[in-house]
């Protein structure tokens, strides 16, 4: 037990670390160790919602009519302050998710960055102006803020996530309600402490720590709320989409059931790189983890051999004790599904190695579970259509290209998907065919660029608008066109 265990942590509302209206509290367990809890959170509920839109409403004519150049001062310090403490932040994110210090610490130094970003773009980011036959009028586009922006986020990325979110809400000139995680709220605490630090006037940011069904539809529902970026399964953002008023925009990053198609002509060292990277990192909790492997069959026995000898080599430990390539499961929900779908693969495929709980010393208390790898796998199973969110690959064998491509697309999901190959015909094909929002050629599903867009297709996102990169501000702002004569 350390200070941290003890700390009592508040959500902020109008400018105030203030309980919520229940005062009930509870712990923030660390994955690797259940018995260590990482500070106590707010069971916040729908009184505490709407008193943040209330709050986030009051304060949005005033940061509206902020000089960009303050919004961007405040975000700039922000950042600094995320990079100055980037090392005690890193080390509350890898307590209270699990994944390793070294990862940990460079998703907030992405954060700061992202901010960063965001107060450069944003104050560049214009409207039009439109050529017409009157010589005595202009007519234009003029950008403006929507007003009050909910930004909900999950526990697998709780600092760069919201700051992809909260960084251009702000400098647009809107005003948020941030709801992170309940299973990792204290890096999202975190975050919006560094944009109190750097100055955010009363009500600008407002934070609210709880669960879903107490608090989500007072901050989803609410007619104040004029959008809501959400990032989390299919299941939540479908709901919360459906649930939104007329009036409220909505942008839903959601689940995804990743493809890495490995041709003939791959190379195949590098191809089961990719398959590793791509499955087993964040212990496979990334929206755009690989989840399936579709090997053209001519390599499938080659490629099987030297992902086993690869997964073999695969550390597993707490990321707080060092550099491994798996961490625990992020919470014991988590743990359950994924060793309820190792049962189920066991029953459907062949299942070659994994999936095992991890007991012993340094394990007992944690989520551990071994990678898993299953073949045999065909697209009918639930192990190649549903979510698993989890250290767990899939092999499925095809025969060449168009077969691939048509296993690839046979999913509702299309957040992320690879090919790797040697021949640039399929190269090019693969980027037009594959229906997925992010394409990776000889690269990992997962990753990607704070400056370029990101976001799903089908299923894995509203594809209203993307996030991320300059585009990630349209969300954002809404048109108005002028025309001006005389
Ligand atoms: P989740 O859907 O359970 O929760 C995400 C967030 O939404 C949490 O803060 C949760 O409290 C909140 N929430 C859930 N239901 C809500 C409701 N009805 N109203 C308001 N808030 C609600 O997801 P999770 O378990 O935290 O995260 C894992 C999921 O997130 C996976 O499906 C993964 O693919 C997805 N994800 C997607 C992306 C992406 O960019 N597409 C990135 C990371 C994670």
Request: proline fraction near 5%.
């Amino acid at each position: 037990m350390d200070e941290l265990s003890q700390q009592e942590f508040r959500n902020y509302i109008g400018g105030e670390w203030v309980p919520c209206a229940s005062g009930a509290t509870a712990p923030n367990i660390n994955p690797a160790d259940t018995a260590d809890v990482v500070g106590r959170f707010p069971l916040s509920d729908a009184v505490d919602g709407a008193r943040a839109v209330d709050a986030a409403q009051a304060a949005f004519a005033a940061w509206r009519d902020t000089p960009i150049s303050k919004r961007a001062a405040i975000l700039f310090r922000a950042a600094q302050h995320l990079e100055d403490h980037a090392d005690s932040v890193a080390r509350e994110l890898t307590r209270e998710e699990g994944k390793s210090l070294a990862l940990a610490r460079d998703e907030v130094l992405r954060s700061a960055q992202t901010i960063r970003f965001y107060a450069v773009e944003g104050q560049s980011f214009t409207g039009e102006t439109f050529v017409n036959d009157d010589p005595d009028m202009v007519v234009y586009s003029q950008r403006e803020p929507l007003g009050v922006v909910t930004v909900i986020s999950p526990w697998n990325f709780p600092i760069s996530i919201p700051a992809r979110k909260i960084a251009p809400a702000l400098i647009s000139g809107n005003t948020v309600v941030f709801k992170p995680s309940s299973d990792a709220p204290l890096s999202g605490y975190r975050l919006a402490e560094a944009f109190v630090q750097a100055g955010l006037p009363p009500g600008v940011l407002n934070l609210v720590i709880g669960p879903a069904s107490k608090v989500g539809q007072a901050i989803t529902a609410a007619p104040a709320v004029r959008a809501i970026s959400f990032t989390g399964s299919t299941a939540a953002g479908e709901q919360i989409h459906r649930g939104a008023g007329l009036t409220t925009r909505t942008q839903m990053e959601l689940g995804g059931k990743n493809p890495l198609i490995v041709l003939a002509d791959a190379d195949l060292e590098r191809a089961v790189d990719l398959a590793v990277k791509g499955g087993f990192s964040l212990s496979g909790q990334a929206c755009t983890g690989t989840s399936r492997l579709l090997v053209d069959r001519k390599v499938l026995p080659a490629f099987t051999d030297k992902l086993l000898a690869r997964m073999k080599a695969l550390t597993i430990g707490n990321g707080l004790d060092g550099n491994f390539d798996l961490g625990p499961l992020a919470t014991r929900k988590q743990l359950d599904t994924v060793l309820s779908y190792v049962a189920l693969g066991k029953q459907e495929a062949t299942h070659l190695t994994g999936g095992d709980r991890l007991e012993g010393s340094g394990f007992d208390r944690g989520y551990y579970v071994t990678p898993a790898l299953f073949t045999g796998v065909t697209q009918q199973m639930r192990i190649a259509r549903e979510e698993i969110f989890g250290p767990v690959l899939a092999l499925i064998a095809v025969d060449g290209y168009d077969e691939a491509i048509a296993c690839a697309n046979d999913t509702e999901y299309g957040l992320s998907a690879a090919i790797a190959t040697t021949d640039a015909r399929y190269a090019h094909r693969f980027a037009r065919d594959i229906q997925a929002g992010t394409v990776k050629i000889n690269r990992t599903t997962t990753g990607n660029l704070i400056n370029a867009p990101f976001g799903g297709l089908k299923s894995s996102s509203t594809s209203t608008f993307r996030e991320s990169g300059r585009v990630g501000l349209e969300f954002y702002t809404q048109i108005k066109t002028v025309y001006r004569a005389g």
